[in-house]
């Protein structure tokens, strides 16, 4: 089982659409697949059609009361689940510091393992800041993908993260970047796509251009090729995941 992350300290960046179309191709293609909503707001969850009932508090399943697989829900879609998060994730810092010793155990690679008796893939869908939740997931996963806007504040949050990486000693080369909501009409996204900054060398190479089609997920309240495949960012998204697929050959 290969585990995965996208994570942005900056919201509007198209962090859960990526994790959202990434889960849906990664499932398409045949491989099981579960996604993890760890965003108390909820939206890959609300795109998924999923929602959290009283038993994913997190008190609940760090402490062990409720087995993590009991929180596991179907999509509409096959080979993917989803484990939903709810409201009650706001709380999900404070018991992670309880349970897990102030972070001397890393519960979620623990809770994390088990699901490799059913699935080839987790995808972690991060809350955007830097806490003891997101530094477990930055632990556990085997790669972390930031989606970022080619703009310099969004290149900001990524030095940042690449920063906080290595001054926890978390091997930087894990992260990769790739770029979203690309407008080739703005001079400053044209310039950044033609001369990316050395920070990231280790980028992915497809970019996810910006389409209002991207928000009818809302509408359907499903990933984009699931009622688009045929779209340019469906496919930018198609060529993504191939990029993902990639990389993490190079991993093993």
Known sequence: METIAFFNLKGGVG????????????ANSGIPTLLWDLDPQGAASWLLKSKAKNKNEPKRFLSGKTPIGD???STDFTNLDIIPAGFSYRHFEQQLATESDQGKRNLIAKLIEPFGENYALVILDCPPSFSL???????TADCLFVPIIPTYLSLRTFEQTYDFFKQH???PKRLHAFFTMVDKRRSLH???????PSMLKNRLPTIIPYAAIVERMGDYRAPLPAFDANSIVSKAYLQLWQDIKQTLSEFR
Do not use: G
């Open 15 to 26: 962090k859960t659409t990526s994790a959202v179309n990434i889960a849906w191709h990664a």
């Open 71 to 73: 929180l596991v829900k």
């Open 133 to 139: 939740l997101t530094e477990q997931v930055f632990d």
């Open 169 to 171: 000693k978390l091997k």
């Open 190 to 196: 044209k310039i950044m796509i033609e001369h990316p």
